[in-house]
Antibody, heavy 118, light 113 residues
């Protein structure tokens, strides 16, 4: 069973860069797309972007200028960097596996809360 | 980009009754190459990550109770929860896949009446 686990700081100062890592276990990171999705408190889901194991990326246009997603296949990890954060970036951040065959996010991490505050 | 609109935003249903959630896409998610509708449904219980329920509009994910069913084609889809149980209290999201990722419906909150 594939498992995903997010890790990173729970508090980030405004204007700084949010950095998170997702570690994949129980399966290889190869052959799938890997995504970051966030959820502000009390709100819905917002897709941030994804990366294929080869390194090809696709980002939400509304965040594209600030987002970088990378993959480390040797560690079975992928990461998120979101620059110049503001309070509006406060959210639970989820990593998830996307299977293009079904067109679904079939495995999710538990999520990590990131608060942007000075 | 595809825009997904769910209705209603919330609904309250008595235990054992049926809950019906609708999802409308701004463009068709039917792939002509395989005649599949790439529309998924997720359940998010409080404090939990979303859980995949339905893919290809009507295929139930392994382990999902058969009281959950999906239907629809093209741009209009429905998630039906028959015989609502207490553990079905959650927010439900639809999600399309057409040429690229990126969209979820705004969510429908299901509560017990």
């Amino acid at each position: 069973q594939v498992q995903l686990q997010e890790s990173g700081p729970g508090l980030v100062k405004p204007s700084e860069t949010l950095s998170l890592i997702c570690t994949v276990s129980g399966g290889s990171i190869s052959s799938y797309y890997w995504s970051w999705i966030r959820q502000p408190p009390g709100k819905g889901l917002e897709w941030i972007g994804c990366i294929y194991y080869t390194g090809t990326t696709n980002y939400n246009p509304s965040l594209k200028s600030r987002v970088t997603i990378s993959v480390d296949t040797s560690r079975n990890q992928f990461s998120l960097k979101l620059a110049s954060v503001t309070a509006a970036d406060t959210a639970v951040y989820y990593c998830a596996r996307f299977g293009s065959n079904k067109g679904t996010f079939d495995f999710w991490g538990q999520g990590t809360m990131v608060t942007v505050s000075s | 980009d595809i825009v997904m609109t769910q209705s209603p935003d919330s609904l309250a249903v008595s235990l054992g009754e049926t809950a019906t959630i609708n999802c409308k896409s701004s463009q068709s998610v039917l792939y002509s190459s395989n005649n599949r509708n790439y529309l998924s449904w997720y359940q998010q219980r409080p404090g939990q990550p979303p859980k995949l329920l339905i893919y290809w509009a009507s295929a139930r994910e392994s382990g999902v109770p058969d009281r959950f069913s999906g239907s629809g084609s093209g741009t209009d889809f429905t998630l039906t929860i028959s015989s609502l149980q207490a553990e079905d209290v959650a927010v439900y999201y639809c999600q399309p896949y057409y040429s690229s990722l990126g969209t979820f419906g705004q969510g429908t909150k299901v509560e017990i009446k």
